[in-house]
T-cell receptor, first 117, second 114 residues
Framework: GAVVSQHPSWVICKSGTSVKIECRSL??????MFWYRQFPKQSLMLMAT?????????EQGVEKDKFLINHASLTLSTLTVTSAHPEDSSFYIC?????????????FGPGTRLTVL | AQSVSQHNHHVILSEAASLELGCNYS??????LFWYVQYPGQHLQLLLK??????LVKGIKGFEAEFIKSKFSFNLRKPSVQWSDTAEYFC????????????FGTGTRLKVLA
């Protein structure tokens, strides 16, 4: 149980285009989802916290208009990188927390590698 | 400020050596503690977690960790490492109640020589 998937697993796009990454909780309802960014050989940096049906809470320094987060249902959150640029290239990881599984533990998706040319 | 420190950034060991990775946190109140492993090219996997109770926690793959509240530490140990343990290890902390947000340590890159 407690499986989180991400799609796509990798994506290459041209500079200036937008890219949408999906995060799904497959076997539980995720009341809260988190989006992280991981640079090579570095730790995970929390970008935002997403609660179903409400606006995401962004961490300091993360551009809301650049990284659009939507948590439309209890099993799906999406991250859209708008007008992507090469500096947005990174590994994006989502995680989910859900009632009935564990309120304290996040379950991580496999990540999405974004390369912006 | 809340923080998690992993002092060992890179560790190189030979197979069968014992491992201890340090994790110290600065966080007010009751906390939950986690160790995750990230194998090359793979996603984060939970090794073990501490919520309450016995401060010595056993996890998967022969790993264990001890929560020492007085030292604000949650060090990860394994008595005998294998080549397949080569990976990056992350310590994480969150509040026992509240937003579930993790604070991650900077990670320790372990290389085990065959």
């Amino acid at each position: 149980g407690a499986v989180v998937s991400q799609h796509p697993s990798w994506v290459i796009c041209k500079s200036g285009t937008s890219v949408k990454i999906e995060c799904r909780s497959l076997d539980f309802q995720a009341t809260t989802m988190f989006w992280y960014r991981q640079f090579p050989k570095q730790s995970l940096m929390l970008m935002a916290t997403s609660n179903e049906g409400s606006k995401a809470t962004y961490e300091q320094g993360v551009e809301k208009d650049k990284f659009l987060i939507n948590h439309a249902s209890l099993t799906l959150s999406t991250l859209t990188v708008t007008s992507a640029h090469p500096e947005d290239s990174s590994f994006y990881i989502c995680s989910a927390v859900g009632g009935g599984i564990s309120y304290n533990e996040q379950f991580f998706g496999p990540g999405t590698r974004l390369t912006v040319l | 400020a809340q923080s998690v420190s992993q002092h060992n950034h890179h560790v190189i060991l030979s197979e069968a050596a014992s491992l201890e990775l340090g994790c110290n946190y600065s966080y007010g109140g009751t906390v939950n503690l986690f160790w995750y492993v990230q194998y090359p090219g793979q996603h984060l996997q939970l090794l073990l977690k501490y919520f309450s109770g016995d401060p010595l926690v056993k996890g998967i793959k022969g790993f264990e960790a001890e929560f020492i509240k007085s030292k604000f530490s949650f060090n990860l140990r394994k008595p005998s490492v294998q080549w397949s343990d080569t990976a990056e290890y992350f310590c994480a902390v969150n509040k026992a109640s509240g937003t579930y947000k993790y604070i991650f340590g900077t990670g320790t890159r372990l290389k085990v020589l065959a």
